[in-house]
């Protein structure tokens, strides 16, 4: 792909003190618990994560994500392309009872003594931005009303097209 992979696993503690920033991409197929809502697993996610120390000393990471993903249409059951797109303000902690003190304003991350799994960072945002149900787009969708069967073939491969790039397009042009 054109975006770097991601590193597997991150310290994010030790990112923050450098104040470090990545983006790359990761493969869907390794988002194992983002899988079970997808149709299928191909594709990537890509994201950019900034990780620093605040004025309060919270080892904050600062993650923007999107992916292009496949789901099935609750209404006539074949695949639909969906953009989902992520954005978290994380503050990193060692247990469960240190999240319950976080100021409102940040979501938790509990990192013990071992690193961070990345894919598991992001895919536990992504999974709150899917639609609960995904359906195609009224005109797109064979069992809306007003299509006859013939026209639809034809005209759903023109409008469902995928468009893998344009996420990586935006990412790029942020560069
Ligand atoms: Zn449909």
């Known amino acids: 792909m054109l975006t770097e992979p991601l590193p597997k696993k991150i310290d994010p503690r030790k990112l923050a003190r450098k104040g470090a920033g990545m983006r790359g991409s990761i493969p869907l197929s390794e988002l194992h618990h983002l899988r079970d809502y997808l149709a299928n697993d191909e594709g990537n996610v890509d994201a950019s994560l900034e ?7 919270f080892y904050v990471i ?5 992916a292009s993903v496949t789901m099935l ?11 989902v797109n992520g954005e978290c303000h994380l503050a990193v902690v060692w247990n469960e009872d240190k999240a319950k ?13 071992d690193e961070l799994v990345t894919a598991s960072l992001l895919e536990e945002e992504l999974i709150l931005d899917l ?3 995904a359906y195609h787009q009224e005109d797109e969708c064979k069992m809306s009303k ?3 069967t013939g026209e ?3 005209e759903v491969e023109e409008t ?8 990586l397009a935006n990412l790029k042009s942020d560069n």
């Open 73 to 83: 249409c609750q209404r006539c059951l074949e695949e639909v392309n969906l953009t």
């Open 131 to 133: 639609p609960l149900i």
């Open 101 to 113: 003190s976080l100021p409102t304003h940040f979501e938790p991350v509990v990192v013990g003594e």
């Open 152 to 154: 639809f073939a034809a």
């Open 146 to 148: 007003g299509y006859s």
């Open 62 to 66: 600062d993650a923007t994500m999107s």
């Open 160 to 167: 469902r097209k995928p468009n893998p790039f344009d996420v």
């Open 51 to 57: 990780f620093y120390r605040d004025e309060e000393g």
